[in-house]
């Protein structure tokens, strides 16, 4: 069956960022903000913030920013640890790959992208895998 990308950008409804008050969208402050996806961005410092996205597909791919001083963190799905990884770089770069999970069963599935470390991440967007659906 063929597959398509559906993107989400960090601002949809379709991601839940926790705790209350831990992630910040967009600041103002950030002068990188505008070479973001759609010029948005949702970030935290605050180890053990999470951002979970459900989704219906085979796939999906979290973009967000590798720059100095950014941290670590790990994405699980469906309530088991798939990766780790560091958003830490020597220069600044948006639209980057902070991890990828495919070859999935095609179904509800579960992501999670904690803050493991205190130091910042972001979330720019992520793509999901999916498959047109088939019931009339």
């Known amino acids: 069956m063929a597959s398509f990308d559906l993107k989400v ?7 839940s ?6 992630w910040a969208d967009s600041p103002s402050t950030d002068a990188l903000v505008a070479s973001y996806s759609g010029q948005s961005l949702h970030t935290t410092s ?3 913030a999470t951002a979970t996205i459900n989704f219906n597909g085979t796939g999906i ?3 967000g920013g590798r720059r100095p001083g950014y941290g670590a963190f790990t994405i699980s799905i469906d309530g088991q640890t798939a990766t780790t990884g560091s958003a830490n770089s020597d220069q600044e770069s948006t639209n980057e790959a902070l991890g990828s ?10 992501v999670i992208i904690t803050n493991t470390g205190g130091s910042p991440i972001d979330i720019d967007y992520v793509n999901v895998e999916t498959q047109p659906s088939t019931s009339r």
């Not at 960022?17 to 831990?22: E, F, I, L, N, S």
């Not at 999970?101 to 509800?108: D, E, F, M, R």
């Open 61 to 63: 791919s979290i973009f």
């Open 9 to 15: 950008e960090d601002s949809s409804p379709l991601i």
């Open 17 to 22: 960022y926790a705790p209350v008050g831990a």
């Open 46 to 48: 605050a180890q053990g």
């Open 101 to 110: 999970l495919s070859n999935l069963v095609y179904g509800p599935h579960t």
